[in-house]
């Protein structure tokens, strides 16, 4: 088994102000494994939560697992022995979509094929960032004019308080009155237990679809106080990373995102998406700062997924990649062997 990793500068088209910052761009790490003549790739995007910063940090960690010997383990394996090694999330999650884009390579199938699941019919959303309410004006037609785009994504949460996120997403309303689009709103944690209780009421009064992570990572037992009498399903985000964390919070949400840069690829992914139904939850998936690489990964398991936020490369300035597809409002996977990402030179 050959391994090679590369890293290339993402760089945002529209920068991205979320309740803990601004993110204008990410170093993401790319790793291939080729084995048999058959070559299959991953990609990383780094984050704190997600175990590695850096791209140096997970490309030092993974070389240090594949040396311990994975060439006859299968992919399940892989991901356990790495999992119990401290193998950072977000450089695991490269690997295993790797080793899924070699397998089904190797079957002569698309991804979404060998794993036994349908095309997605369900539209992404697209993500609006934390801005004033000027910008706001500005910023929408960009994002729905001509593009397909059925479902938008605001990010609330602001540092300067429920003001200003009433004010900014006032003008979201006004804004899309003449498209046919869904609002959804991510708090990203930005809100303590009375802000997300009046938020919550607030913004189901304007018709909002659901409010995902309202309160932040580290009091989710908090969330039986927005949970009872609750005006919109509230989804977990940062709060749920792996499929384990489905039961400490299932009696009080209403439904998990999943990230494949969070549980480590699309391995431990279909273990959250069983286990949230076991539990009665709906699910969703989401990105991080993913080119076409990891996101036709994620396309490859969005058909039996309840909500979908894959729209990172959408914002991309330029994407390296090329992949899945915005048809209609719906991330669409191609039909070439594996998740039918490639780069573009």
């Known amino acids: 088994m050959q391994v090679h990793v590369e890293s290339r500068y993402l760089k945002k088209r529209f920068p991205l102000r979320i309740s803990r910052g601004l993110i204008e761009g990410s170093d993401n790490l790319f790793l291939s494994i080729t084995k048999d003549g058959v070559t299959g790739w991953g990609e990383m995007s780094p984050g704190k939560s997600e175990g590695a910063t850096t791209v140096e940090e997970a490309e030092q960690s993974l070389q240090t697992f594949i040396k311990t010997g994975i060439n006859d383990l299968d992919i399940h394996e892989v991901y356990e022995k790495a999992s119990i090694q401290g193998v950072p999330m977000c450089a695991l999650a490269a690997l295993d979509i790797a ?11 698309p991804l979404y094929q060998l794993l036994g699941l349908p095309k997605a019919t369900v539209p992404t959303s697209v993500t609006l960032g934390i801005m004033p309410a000027a910008t706001v004006t500005e910023r929408i037609p960009l994002l729905l004019n001509g593009t397909g785009v059925k479902s938008l994504k605001v990010k609330l949460g602001s ?51 659901y409010v995902e992570q309202p309160l932040k990572f580290g009091q989710e037992d908090d969330l039986v106080h927005l949970y009872k009498n609750r005006p919109l399903p509230i989804f977990v985000d940062e709060s749920c990373r792996l499929s384990t964390d489905i039961p400490k919070w299932a009696a009080h949400v ?15 992914a279909l273990r959250i998406i069983s286990t949230a139904r076991a539990f009665g939850l709906k699910t969703m998936i989401g990105c991080m ?57």
């Not at 046919?180 to 009421?201: E, Q, T």
């Not at 990649?321 to 039918?340: K, S, W």
């Open 289 to 345: 700062g993913e080119s076409s690489m990891s996101i036709s990964a994620g396309v490859a398991i969005s058909g039996i997924i309840d909500y979908i936020d894959l729209d990172s490369q959408l914002n991309l300035d330029p994407d390296p990649c090329t992949g899945a597809t915005l048809q209609d409002g719906i991330m669409v996977p191609n039909d070439l062997p594996g998740h039918g990402a490639s780069f573009k030179n």
């Open 159 to 209: 540092t300067e308080g429920i003001e200003a996120d009433e004010k900014m997403f006032a003008q979201v309303v006004e804004e899309t009155k003449t498209y046919d689009v869904n609002l959804r709103v991510d708090a990203n944690g930005g809100w303590d237990v009375n802000d997300a209780i009046h938020m919550m009421k607030w913004l189901a009064d304007r018709g909002v679809d």
């Open 99 to 109: 080793l899924w884009d070699h397998k089904a390579k190797m079957a002569k199938m």
């Open 254 to 268: 209403d439904g998990v995102n999943l990230k494949l840069m969070k549980c480590g690829g699309i391995t431990e």
